[in-house]
């Protein structure tokens, strides 16, 4: 009887073994596909430029200092921070300059030329690493440039008739020197409308006794293309002045983005959207969803002009925005 009790108890026991094993090792085998999901989530993350700069407001003829942070990023691809000073109005790039990467930080100096003129500038970071040919992590900083030396003439900008109603914008260019009696005769002056890449209208000009009177048709204005742009040069020494032109409004762009690229009925997905105006700047902005015209939620974006939502669609039903305070906007359909 003891013999046929140990026969059973031996072959229960490797009957139960496969068991017992998978339970030991699946763990082992979990963790390991862990680790490697992991791994690659940190291998693929994308990189972010982060730059500390001394300041925002220059003097031309100064040095800039900064420190710059890679994080998120395999260092070894990663040589070469390249640092660009770009004129706001022109797109003119007055200054570059190339320093050396070290896992992930890179610091330095550089001089800000003394022909740089007074105005509104963006120092714009990227290094060596391209994507497609382009840079992968691009980092801007806007900043301020004033003059600390004595200006041979100046220049401003003043509106004469510029409502939006007018069918011309007119604006006056004044170039003025500390001693008129030696003021040149005329001065020459180039100027566009619009995007520098693609200016609605662009001429070369001059002044006369010190002025210009510039004439734009408004309807070749809209928003984001309605800045004068004036560039004048005398003697090398060259001044930029702009002015934005008023323009008739026009309804904001809102793009949506749903979880997983669509958005599946009768499931609870999370909607991303983002608001601009006519010109691409962001807007934070209050809104209502509807679902049949009928009031759903109420939704809102931050300041950078994103915001998210949740949403289960129904099947037949149709979803749609609409902003507070925007009585040209329509709805912005979601899905229908």
């Given at each position: 009887?003891a013999?046929?009790?140990?026969?059973?108890?031996?072959?229960?026991f490797?009957?139960?073994a496969?068991?017992?094993?998978?339970?030991?090792?699946?763990?082992?085998?979990?963790?390991?596909l862990?680790?490697?999901i992991?791994?690659?989530s940190i291998?693929n993350?994308?990189?972010?430029?982060?730059?500390?700069?001394?300041?925002?407001v220059y003097?031309?003829?100064?040095?800039?200092w900064f420190?710059?942070?890679?994080f998120?990023?395999?260092?070894?691809?990663y040589?070469?921070?390249?640092?660009?000073?770009?004129?706001?109005?022109?797109r003119?790039?007055?200054?570059e300059d190339?320093?050396?990467i070290?896992n992930?930080?890179?610091f330095?100096?550089?001089?800000?030329?003394?022909?740089?003129g007074p105005?509104?500038?963006?120092?714009i970071a990227?290094?060596?690493?391209l994507?497609?040919?382009?840079?992968?992590?691009v980092?801007?900083?806007?900043?301020?440039?004033?003059?600390?030396?004595?200006?041979d003439y100046?220049?401003?900008l003043n509106p004469?008739?510029?409502?939006?109603t007018?069918?011309e914008?007119?604006?006056?260019?004044?170039?003025?020197?500390?001693?008129?009696k030696?003021?040149?005769?005329v001065?020459?002056?180039?100027?566009?409308?619009?995007n520098?890449s693609?200016?609605v209208?662009?001429?070369?000009?001059?002044?006369?006794?010190?002025q210009?009177?510039?004439?734009?048709?408004?309807?070749?204005?809209?928003q984001g293309?309605?800045?004068?742009?004036v560039?004048?040069?005398?003697?090398?020494?060259g001044?930029?002045?702009?002015?934005?032109?008023p323009?008739p409004?026009?309804p904001?762009?809102?793009?949506f983005?749903?979880?997983?690229?669509?958005l599946?009925?009768?499931?609870?997905?999370?909607?991303g959207?983002?608001?601009?105006?006519?010109?691409?700047?962001?807007?934070?902005?209050?809104?209502?969803l509807?679902?049949?015209?009928?009031?759903?939620?109420?939704l809102s974006?931050n300041?950078?002009?994103?915001g998210?939502?949740?949403?289960t669609s129904?099947?037949g039903?149709?979803?749609?925005v609409?902003?507070y305070?925007?009585?040209?906007?329509?709805?912005?359909?979601?899905?229908?």
């Open positions: 009887m013999r046929i009790t140990a026969v059973i108890c031996f072959a229960l490797w009957l139960t496969p068991t017992c094993f998978s339970q030991t090792i699946m763990p082992k085998n979990i963790d390991g862990n680790s490697q992991n791994l690659y291998k993350q994308s990189p972010t430029l982060f730059i500390h700069f001394d300041k925002n003097t031309n003829n100064e040095s800039l420190t710059a942070y890679l998120g990023a395999d260092y070894k691809q040589q070469t921070l390249s640092v660009a000073l770009v004129n706001d109005g022109s003119a790039v007055l200054m190339k320093f050396v070290s992930g930080l890179a330095g100096h550089s001089l800000i030329p003394d022909s740089v105005g509104n500038y963006t120092f990227t290094t060596n690493r994507v497609n040919g382009r840079p992968d992590v980092f801007t900083q806007p900043v301020t440039i004033k003059t600390a030396d004595e200006q100046t220049v401003s004469i008739d510029t409502s939006v007018s069918a914008q007119k604006v006056m260019l004044l170039v003025g020197f500390p001693h008129p030696t003021a040149p005769a001065v020459p002056v180039n100027y566009y409308v619009g520098v693609h200016p209208i662009r001429d070369s000009v001059k002044t006369k006794a010190g210009y009177i510039f004439t734009i048709p408004s309807k070749l204005l809209s293309n309605n800045t004068l742009h560039q004048v040069k005398y003697n090398n020494e001044k930029e002045v702009s002015i934005a032109l323009a409004a026009q904001a762009v809102v793009r983005y749903p979880e997983g690229g669509n599946v009925n009768n499931i609870q997905s999370t909607v959207w983002e608001v601009k105006n006519a010109a691409g700047n962001p807007m934070g902005v209050s809104a209502i509807y679902e049949d015209n009928k009031v759903l939620d109420t974006t300041s950078y002009g994103l998210k939502f949740q949403l129904k099947t039903s149709s979803y749609a609409k902003l305070a925007n009585k040209k906007d329509t709805l912005y359909r979601l899905i229908s």
